[in-house]
């Protein structure tokens, strides 16, 4: 079960299972953005004001932000930190001394009551933030997001070479589904999703090859993503195109491609 709570600021926290937040209303005008996470996991979008730090106390830690995305898992003698993006001070909460910890995105540091933080670690972000709910991608190559959704929805996602290594960031909702997930990211790398049967390719070929897609591709590309042992009629959707300029003629917005291999 999964609760989220947006703050007057336009911040918002997503809350997992019985997870226990309090905080003062009135934070669009507050000197300082206060939350109390008292047990649970929280992750957190605070929206950026450089005069008005924003505050998450627990058990265990303090966090300090000004605006960025992180999480948080909370127990009673034992706060987890994660960062996905922006920046943050991690420190002993109630008297304790120590120093805090200041983490770059995709690091994480562990607090123990009594103790000082553990000194920034790189973590594997969608690993780490699985809880949440969400699929969190920072500057990941391409073959390793396709790994991580063919595992997550069961289907095969292929990468042509050319992006197999090109950085992705962004945030998605699992419940999501396989198609829109790669066609967002689609858009974002300048790509095309192509469907074979059950499987997907990701390709960055412009829409003019595509209209005259030559036959000794789509033969590869079949018996690659098909394993097909015999030679059938090929169904492509043509899934997510890139915007083009405006033309004459509007480009389309699906096309199928009939072709025998």
């Known amino acids: 079960e999964q609760r989220q709570v947006e703050f007057e600021d336009g911040s918002t926290v997503r809350l997992v299972g019985a997870s226990t937040l309090s905080y003062t209303p009135g934070m669009d005008a507050a000197e300082e953005r206060r939350v109390t996470l008292a047990r649970g996991r929280a992750y957190f979008d605070v929206t950026a004001r450089e005069d008005v730090p924003f505050v998450v106390t627990t058990p265990a ?12 898992a909370a127990g009673n003698d034992t706060t987890e930190v994660v960062l996905v993006d922006g920046r943050v001070r991690v420190g002993p909460g109630g008297n304790n001394e120590a120093e805090p910890v200041v983490l770059a995105p995709g690091e994480r540091s562990t607090v123990r009551s009594g103790d000082a933080p553990t000194s920034p670690a790189h973590v594997d972000l969608t690993a780490t933030l699985d809880w949440t709910g969400l699929f969190v991608f920072r500057a990941a190559p391409m073959r390793v997001i396709a790994e991580r ?5 069961g289907v095969s996602i292929s990468v042509a070479p050319a992006l197999a290594e090109e950085p992705v960031t962004g945030t998605f909702e699992r419940n999501r589904s396989v198609g829109q997930v790669l066609n967002t990211i689609a858009r974002a790398l300048g790509a095309y999703v192509l469907k074979f049967f059950d499987s997907y390719l990701l390709d960055p070929f412009s829409s003019l090859f595509f209209s005259f897609f030559p036959l000794p591709y789509s033969r590869s590309a079949a018996h690659s ?3 097909r042992a015999h030679a059938q009629r090929l169904i492509l959707f043509f899934l997510s195109p890139v915007p083009h300029p405006p033309s004459p003629s509007p480009p389309f917005s699906l ?4 072709l025998f291999v």
């Open 61 to 72: 830690a303090r966090t300090e932000v000004l605006g960025t995305k992180f999480g948080v």
């Open 149 to 153: 959704l063919r595992n997550h929805y």
């Open 225 to 227: 993503l098909c394993s």
């Open 255 to 258: 096309s199928f491609f009939s």
